[in-house]
């Protein structure tokens, strides 16, 4: 369990280290905030499944995530939305208002990961993680490529 809080704090301090800036690019950025969520979201799973949870980690989690929820949502700055003519540039320029709908939910989903750690609530991890998993899957079906 130990390898799982290293996971879940490598990941906050990565998406952290972003907020002081330490990449010149918003495309990077982006990359890079959602890695962090890519990386911490296997453990969290685990966790869900087994249910022995490591609510250390579980707390890092939701805090990630919705720093990379709002930071995410800054850094959507008009002309960084992809290389140019790239679909995926596109498709955020086209659908933009829901993109932040979508980051918003996952902000929720932050503190809902962050309220279960608080209360090592086994049922509420397990419905948070559901709630985080479900608004990922979502955002990856309409918008990654």
């Known amino acids: 369990m130990k390898?799982?809080?290293t996971l879940s704090l490598a990941a906050f301090a990565v998406s952290s280290s972003l907020q002081a800036g330490g990449h010149a690019s918003e495309m990077q950025e982006r990359m890079d905030l959602m890695s962090s969520i890519g990386k911490q979201t296997r453990p969290l799973g685990q966790m869900a499944r087994s249910g022995d949870v490591d609510w250390e980690a579980v707390a890092?989690?939701?805090a990630n995530t919705s720093m990379v929820a709002e930071k995410f949502a800054e850094?959507?700055?008009e002309g960084t939305y992809g290389a140019p003519g790239s679909a995926n540039g596109a498709a955020i320029e086209a659908n933009k208002d829901d993109i932040?709908?979508?980051l918003a939910a996952l902000g929720e989903t932050g503190a809902?990961?962050?309220?279960a750690a608080e209360a090592q609530d086994v049922d509420a991890y397990k419905a948070a993680f559901g709630a985080y998993a479900g608004t990922c899957r979502s955002c990856h079906m309409a918008y990654r490529q």
Do not use: E, F, N, P
């Open 112 to 115: 809902g990961l962050s309220a």
């Open 60 to 62: 890092a989690a939701g």
């Open 100 to 102: 932040l709908a979508q």
């Open 75 to 77: 850094l959507l700055v």
């Open 3 to 5: 390898s799982l809080i």
